[in-house]
């Protein structure tokens, strides 16, 4: 039943509508035009097996249900950068000892001062803590992204993990 040009002739006819409901949720141009695109992508690689009655319908499901996707994959990364966040400055704020201090004193330290802090990083460490930390990025990802050395980027992040730690001390300390 399906085909390459029943599939063209739905993205002649109906892309238009696709677009409408991607962009209705989505609101962004752009990321609507690349959702549609997906779309008929993945009706060209999988056609549906099912007869569709409403063909209308059907494409206005599965475009909001692939726009649903990206949402939820979007919050899902907006909550991993914000744990990620956590854990570095966690990280940085390891006492000498091992301890931590007690849990409200600990909260004090807002994501804010951490992202304020690491705007203060020389340019070099500022790009290698937010790709690495923040981005998720390896380090060999980075060096091919920067073009800093690995032993570069490993210095840099070093530097702006202790550049961090003195700079949230201090905030703690006033």
């Known amino acids: 039943m399906w085909n390459n040009v029943t599939i063209t002739e739905l993205f002649i ?4 509508l696709v677009f409408g409901v991607c ?3 989505l609101k962004d141009e752009e990321k609507a035009k690349d959702a ?5 992508e993945k ?6 097996e099912e007869e569709i009655r409403n063909i209308k319908n059907w494409l206005y499901t ?12 979007e919050g899902t990364e907006k909550r991993y950068k914000a744990n990620k966040a956590r854990e570095l400055e ?3 704020m390891e006492f000498p ?3 931590y201090p007690d849990n409200a004193s600990f909260q004090t330290i807002s994501e804010q001062r951490l992202h304020q802090a690491v705007d203060r990083l020389k340019k070099e460490q500022r790009i290698c803590i937010i790709s690495f930390y923040f981005e998720d990025y390896s380090y060999q990802e980075i060096v091919d992204h920067t073009g800093y050395s690995y032993d570069k980027v490993k210095s840099y992040i070093q530097n702006g993990k202790r550049n ?9 300390d006033r």
């Open 13 to 16: 006819h109906f892309r238009h």
């Open 23 to 25: 962009f209705k949720y």
């Open 36 to 40: 549609v695109m997906s779309i008929f």
């Open 43 to 48: 009706l060209l690689s999988n056609p549906p």
């Open 62 to 73: 599965i475009s909001k249900n692939h726009c649903l996707l990206i949402l939820r994959h």
């Open 90 to 92: 966690a990280e940085i």
């Open 97 to 99: 000892s091992g301890e």
């Open 164 to 172: 961090l730690k003195i700079m949230l001390e201090d905030v703690n």
